[in-house]
């Protein structure tokens, strides 16, 4: 599963230049385009803590907050990323990135009914966000799998299908794995 844009660095271009439901004061914008600026010379650290000293003077900007956990995410910090994202997603309920960006943390972690109710909100708040819907397929197709490997379960009610069923899921979660060529 992919967060709502492939790089990080695009995705701080994006949220600089969209307009959105993400209202961002001028200076704001000047601090998310320094912390940007930071992250792209290889100053992480710095970055972040651009963002936390600009969150500090505007707790509520929604913008600075999904950036700063996205970062996060980058850098491995994936339980404060999950926290913000989770705040975020109280605080701003009809922004679809947020939802989409902690149902990948969801996923990756194995908690793949709570990334699908993560990925259905989003995909109902914003029908036409790409990653998201194709973030859905991929864990509808973990479900896939899950319900076919208990029909599989050799016994007196297996399913010759769902054997079937559950190799060809399983090798298109495979190919999901594998890096495009």
């Known amino acids: 599963m992919k967060s709502c844009h492939p790089a990080l660095p695009r995705l701080l271009a994006l949220l600089l230049a969209a307009g959105l439901a993400w209202s961002t004061p001028a200076l ?3 601090e ?3 912390a940007q600026q930071q992250w792209l010379q290889g100053h992480q650290a710095e970055a972040k803590k651009t963002l936390e000293t600009a ?3 505007d707790p509520n900007n929604a913008r600075m907050r999904f950036a700063l ?3 996060r995410m980058e850098s491995g910090e994936t ?3 999950e926290t913000q994202l989770r705040r975020l997603t109280e605080d701003f309920p ?3 990135d947020p939802f989409n960006n902690l149902a990948v943390i969801l996923a990756a972690r194995g908690d793949i009914d709570a ?3 993560a990925l259905q909100r989003a995909v109902s708040l914003q029908p036409e966000h790409v990653q998201a819907q194709e973030n859905l397929g991929d ?3 973990q479900l896939a799998a899950r319900a076919y490997a208990v029909a599989a379960k050799p016994g007196p009610q297996s399913s010759v299908n769902a054997s079937l069923k559950l190799r060809r899921t399983q090798e298109l979660l495979r190919g999901l794995n594998t890096p495009a060529r």
């Open 94 to 96: 009809d922004l679809a």
């Open 139 to 141: 864990v509808l197709l």
């Open 115 to 117: 990334a699908q109710e």
């Open 28 to 30: 704001a914008a000047g």
């Open 69 to 71: 956990a996205l970062m």
């Open 55 to 57: 969150l500090v003077e």
């Open 32 to 34: 998310l385009e320094k």
């Open 79 to 81: 339980a404060q990323a």
